[in-house]
């Protein structure tokens, strides 16, 4: 993600995560949507308790390689202070880039391959 705070990262290059953990988020109350948790991608209908360390996805023309299953946030980290809880730790997964490329909001994003 050109200009993101982890573009040089290694590991944790571009963070995904499911519209419906926001979805729910909304329905506690917050004032919540897609990046109010500083995601570079919203994903709906890609489950993401299947994913593990190693998976491919296609987003548009990129493609990116499962790098991090949720994260350590320092508590309380600034997602926390902003909208009263994050998500991240347990619900989103970084990636890294292995083909870069042009994505579009409404890209569908598909599994390429799985580590068995």
Do not use: Y
Not at 102 to 116: I, M, Q, S, W
């Amino acid at each position: 993600m050109i200009g993101d705070c982890h573009a040089g990262d290694p590991v944790r290059q571009v963070s995904l995560l499911p519209l419906e953990s926001i979805l729910k988020m909304r329905e506690r109350g917050l004032e919540v949507g897609p990046g109010s948790f500083a995601e570079n991608l919203t994903v709906e209908g890609l489950n993401f308790s299947e994913l593990r360390i190693g998976t491919r996805l296609q987003v548009g023309e990129a493609v990116l390689e499962i790098s991090q299953i949720g994260k350590n946030c320092p508590e309380p980290c600034e997602v926390s202070r902003r909208v009263g809880i994050c998500i991240m730790p347990k619900q989103g997964v970084f990636a890294r880039v292995i083909k870069g490329g042009k994505v579009r909001v409404g890209d569908e994003v598909r599994v390429l391959e799985a580590p068995r």
